[in-house]
């Protein structure tokens, strides 16, 4: 068994945030901080130096697609997963762009499927 | 005054007959007398009735009844001859004002009332002269004698004649300064009604100033008589010419208010009404708070009066539609000036109405716009709140009926059933919304821009269709517009699976010299067309809403090419 992943999630809906944490805490991922905002989870990223940070593409003070580059300049290190109540597919070629590890939407999350997107 | 005019005829007919009964009677000048009565009788009732208000037309009938009365002295009866002397003179005098008179038919200034008011006291003078002093029965054969004659004084008669005569000669060479500084200060509307009477008036004033002062110096003087009885007839030609010059200037009003109807602006108007009245100071005015203004929206400066100018009002009383300002002497032809303002008041009312039609249509297409901008806009917020609101809400649901079924792991089948069918509902729900929201508004349009969203439409296709996308550089592109763009393309690409059932599908998008080119080709069954319900009505309105074009060429042997031509600046 490996072990657990630290996971930072970011989202500006608190409710999602606590079901994500209820889903996606447990033998593979140790949620070690939630934030709200974008430049709250670049702190947030700084702070507690996630592996993993799941982020979500509507963010209230930048698109999370601009808080994946700046997370990749300097955490090049840090697995970035977008995810959003919308399809990949509405976003066109921006996923790939941005340096994000992938994309999950989020009527499909779960332990299983940020794996697979993290690993596959 | 047609009642003087009918005396005159009558008059001129009997004065003729007496004239040439008379033995003495020179059969020459009883015929140029008789037309040159008559010519100045036409001449007078033809002015009389283009211009009713103005006097010069009674002014020529006294000149023609006047000449035609100086034939009265060869009748043999009495109170006959005796009119004939009184009056014999008077034609002079009648002249000289028709000359100083014209064309207004006013005496303008002090002194040119006070020269005509001498030259009707010399004929009375000499009239009465001829009539108490002269014996004219002792001195030409078949005269009769004058009623009143009080004493025949032929040398005393003599000298008042010769003085007025001479008085005569000094008035004529007056009027011939006086029209020639008029004609020399005058504007050009002035100038070309003085021209003709600048030529002969003068012309004969000097022959009438020579001819009188030379009458009983140069003994045998037949000729000049005659030249000068040929000139005094053609005289009255002048005037006949000036209104014929008016009748082509119907001619000319004629011109204009076919000219007027083609679409002028405002400006060219007025410059065609100043070159066809002559008058380069006539200006189009309109009614603004500030009085009256130009046509650029200046106030007109009416100023001192000088030069003097004069308003006439275009259109009917309760619809003034503006006015003329131009040189009073326009006035003088009120029919000239009734058909130019008659006809300017059409064209204007013309422009007014096409103003007024291509107004209501720019804010038509304006509104259209408007209301397609705001169907879009809320399209768009609805998107978004079902996105933030009801499918956030409903995949936090749906996360936490996962997260229920996790923890209940292996125990509890018939909950773990429950949840199950719970979390299909919810997915079922969320697909649903998805679908809603896409046809709403597409998220990647806001989200990725259109050359994503083109692709994106591109790829929904099925493998078997061969697709070939060309995508060129795009710049920042206005909301409505990149809308329009992806709407043609995903109605088109749709239009080409679905109906034309094509395989090879073409789409390529383009922004070059401030335009948006969009064109979907198929190869597809073809014989689309607008009223067909396959939605291209609504993209043809969609372009046109924000000023592009759609063109859609479609035979009926096979493929479709809709091309859609959107400006990159609209807003």
Known sequence: ?120 | MWGLALFGVVFGVATTTIAANDPNADPFRVTVHAISGSLYLVSGMLAHYRRPANRIGLLMLAVGISFLSEDLQFSPTAWIHTLGQLTASTSSAFLAHLALAFPTGRLETRPRRALIITGYAGVVTMGFSTALFSDQAAHFRGNAPGLLLIVDLPYFNHAVQTAGRFLAAFIAAAIVIILIRRWWRANAVLRSLLTPVIVVMPATGVITAVGLALRDIVPTHDAFVRAYDVLFAALPLMPLIWMLHYFVGRGTVNRLARRLNEPLRTAEMQDLLARTLRDDSLRIAFWSEAGLVDIHGVPLAMGSGRPPRTITVIGRSGNRQAVLVHDPLLSEDPHVLESVTAATGLALTNQDLSAQVAAQLAEVQASRARIVEAADAERRRIERNLHDGAQQRLVTALLWANAARRRLGQGEPAIQEQLTRIAAQLEAALTDIRELARGLHPAILTEAGLAAAVKEVVGRLPPEVRVRTEIGPLPKLATNIESAAYFVVSEAVTNALKHAHAVHVEVAVACADGVLSVSVRDDGRGGANASGGSGLQGLLDRVATVGGTLTLNSPEQGGTTIKAVLPVDHT
């Not at chain 1, 944490?21 to 070690?32: I, K, M, P, S």
């Not at chain 1, 919308?86 to 999950?104: I, K, M, N, T």
């Open chain 1, 1 to 120: 068994m490996t072990a657990r992943r630290r996971l930072l999630i970011v989202d500006d809906d608190p409710a999602f945030r606590a079901v994500a944490r209820e889903l996606l805490d447990g033998e593979a991922f140790h949620v070690v901080s939630e934030a709200a905002t974008g430049s709250a989870g670049i702190g947030a990223a700084n702070g507690v130096r996630p592996e993993v940070v799941l982020l979500d593409v509507q963010l209230p003070d930048v698109s999370g697609f601009d808080v994946c580059l700046t997370l990749m300049r300097s955490h090049a290190e840090i697995s970035v997963v977008l995810c959003s109540v919308r399809d990949a597919s509405d976003y066109g070629p921006l996923v790939a762009e941005c340096g994000a590890r992938g994309f999950v939407a989020k009527w499909a999350l779960s332990t299983e499927e940020l794996i697979r997107v993290l690993d596959g």
